[in-house]
Antibody, heavy 124, light 108 residues
Framework: EVQLVESGGGLVQPGGSLRLSCAAS????????MDWVRQAPGQGLEWVGR??????????EYAASVKGRFTVSRDDSKNSLYLQMNSLKTEDTAMYYC???????????????WGQGTLVTVSS | EIVMTQSPGTLSVSPGERATLSCRAS??????LAWYQQRPGQAPRLLIY???VRAAGIPARFSGSGSGTEFTLTISSLQSEDFAVYYC??????????FGQGTRLDIK
């Protein structure tokens, strides 16, 4: 069974930093691209960023709203995904989900498994 | 960026009846469209991919259709557990991956 478990959320002041983790199990983590998606309280889903797998050189993509402040990384030896968040703003307050991208082909980039999320609150 | 627009924002339907949710893309996404269900307090769950293919374990009462810019999710006979928020998402052209703003399905 695919499992994704996020951790690392909490309360942080504006301008601060936080690192989220996502522990994966039940599948070959190294094969998959992985995403972070967030959801502000009472709002819809917003894609945050993606990291490709080793054959695709671990390249990353980001939403414009977080580019230059957030960094997605992974450690395939630990089956773990990370989101380093710097220069946090109040508008970054959200539940952060990690999600598995089904495939690497151009028509298979839907998110077939999601974690339960970790809550990040940015407030003074 | 491809903008996804869902309608209506809220849909009130009685149990046992049919619900039809719409999603429109600002440019063609061919059939690279997924639907997700999010129940209160839970993570999103994949329902449909490639516009019309049900994900593993999804009941047959859920069906998707459409291509290009117009898509529909139909729930044929609503059960109590189906009252939730539904999101469409395009994955044809990225970054960024984009979601619709969601349709909330309420019990009438």
């Amino acid at each position: 069974e695919v499992q994704l478990v996020e951790s690392g959320g909490g309360l942080v002041q504006p301008g601060g930093s936080l690192r989220l983790s996502c522990a994966a199990s039940g599948f070959t983590f190294s094969d998959h691209y992985m995403d972070w998606v967030r959801q502000a309280p009472g709002q819809g889903l917003e894609w945050v960023g993606r990291i490709r797998n080793k054959p695709s050189s671990y390249t990353t993509e980001y939403a414009a709203s977080v580019k230059g402040r957030f960094t997605v990384s992974r450690d395939d030896s630990k089956n773990s995904l990370y989101l380093q968040m710097n220069s946090l703003k109040t508008e970054d307050t959200a539940m952060y989900y990690c999600a598995r991208v089904y495939g690497t082909g151009w028509n298979s980039h839907y998110l077939d498994s999601w974690g339960q999320g970790t809550l990040v609150t940015v407030s003074s | 960026e491809i903008v996804m627009t869902q309608s209506p924002g809220t849909l009130s339907v009685s149990p046992g009846e049919r619900a039809t949710l719409s999603c429109r893309a600002s440019q063609s996404v061919i059939r690279n469209l997924a639907w997700y269900q999010q129940r209160p307090g839970q993570a999103p769950r994949l329902l449909i991919y490639s516009a019309s293919v049900r994900a593993a374990g999804i009941p047959a009462r859920f069906s998707g259709s459409g291509s290009g810019t117009e898509f529909t999710l139909t729930i044929s006979s609503l059960q109590s557990e189906d009252f939730a928020v539904y999101y469409c998402q395009q994955y044809n052209k990225w970054p960024p991956i984009t979601f619709g703003q969601g349709t909330r399905l309420d019990i009438k």
